[in-house]
């Protein structure tokens, strides 16, 4: 294979298998990953356009009981995050949605842990119903296998949009091994139901999962992850980050993962998944390596929970007595504007 050629094939038709498999390996030094970013752009720009898409975030609509906790999970650094006092009242998921519709966002993830059982089932349930009853948001559920996948239809039913339940990696042993509280075959079958019912789909690629140090990269997990999630037509976002390791828990001092990979990743990803949204559009190399979606926006948490953004200051909103907004829209999708992208409105 030659690397120009594929990335000039590229322009014009989505990548083969093999193709990913070599772009990975071969792409390993400054000039070869700026091709790839040029001719990533190139496709996003051609396929779908200069747009910023945003995607809102409201966290927490159930807390977590995994047991145990997955290795890498901010449980382990500060258990109130997941925890009964994260959750989200009725009337304040209600303020949350209301207020993202009025602050112009089109779509909504709504965020938590697994709950697991019965409990977790209904109070997903209760959450659609409040969510998209009180809005015209595209409402997205991402609170892992808290309901069964015979609950999907009543979902569709409700108004939910899509279903992000997480993989992070396509290797059934990783997954073992850093969630074993967890369930793999239980998340592919839902986002298998979610493809079958015509429910969106949205997953995320975790890169360095499961990684020591020394090890060489899984670059054939990568593209079998990639090439499972093509064949669903429902498919319509692709998130990549790297791993991160968290304070306290049993892989804090395993290597952070690549930034270099996760890039790599995220351009190889553009050129198999050609008008979908790709997340990373908040950040320089994301834009670079073809991203188009913003994440995380205009969060809504309890307010013990909210965070600010390491680049910059941004200002708490007040919702309610427990309930805050993090401001950060201006922040977030600066680099997209002055790349000369527009943004959603």
């Not at 390993?28 to 996003?44: H, S």
């Not at 965020?111 to 409990?119: A, C, I, K, P, V």
């Not at 929970?305 to 708490?316: C, D, I, M, S, T």
């Amino acid at each position: 294979m030659d690397f120009d050629k594929i990335l000039k094939e590229a322009l014009k038709r989505e990548i083969s298998p093999k193709e990913a498999l070599f772009l990975f390996r071969k792409t390993q030094n400054w000039e070869r990953l700026l091709q790839l970013f040029k001719t990533a752009c190139r496709v996003r720009d051609d396929e779908i356009g200069r747009e910023c898409k945003l995607m809102g975030f409201i966290c927490c609509i159930t807390p977590c009981n995994t047991d145990p906790p997955c290795k890498y999970c901010f449980r382990w650094a500060n258990e109130r995050l997941f925890s009964e006092e994260a959750v989200l009242s009725d009337d304040e998921l209600e303020i949350a949605v209301k207020t993202l519709e009025e602050r112009g966002l089109k779509r909504v993830e709504l965020g938590g842990g697994t709950l697991w059982g019965e409990e977790g089932r209904q109070r997903t349930l209760r959450a659609v119903k409040v969510a998209c009853k009180s809005s015209r948001l595209e409402i997205w559920i991402n609170n892992g296998p808290s309901y069964r996948v015979e609950d999907l239809p009543q979902m569709k039913k409700l108004g939910v949009t899509g279903i992000a339940c997480n993989l992070e990696t396509i290797n059934e042993a990783v997954f073992s091994k850093m969630r074993p509280g967890d369930n793999f075959q239980l998340r592919k079958a839902i986002i298998e139901a979610s493809e079958r019912l015509g429910l969106q789909i949205d997953n995320t690629l975790m890169i360095g999962l499961g990684q020591q140090a020394g090890q060489p990269h899984p670059y054939e997990d990568w593209v079998n992850f990639f090439y499972y999630f093509k064949q669903f037509k429902n498919l319509r976002i692709i998130e990549i980050h790297p791993f991160r390791p968290i304070t306290n828990s049993p892989v804090q001092d395993w290597p952070a993962g690549s930034e270099f990979e996760s890039e790599k990743a995220r351009a190889i990803a553009r050129l198999i998944f050609r008008n979908i949204d790709i997340s990373g559009g908040n950040y320089l190399t994301g834009l670079l390596a073809g991203g188009n979606l913003i994440m995380h926006c205009l969060p809504i948490t309890k307010k013990f929970r909210a965070w600010r953004e390491h680049r910059g200051h941004v200002r708490l909103v007040d919702l309610s007595p427990n309930l805050a907004l993090v401001d950060n829209l201006q922040l977030i999708t600066r680099t997209a504007r002055e790349m000369g992208m527009e943004i959603e409105q």
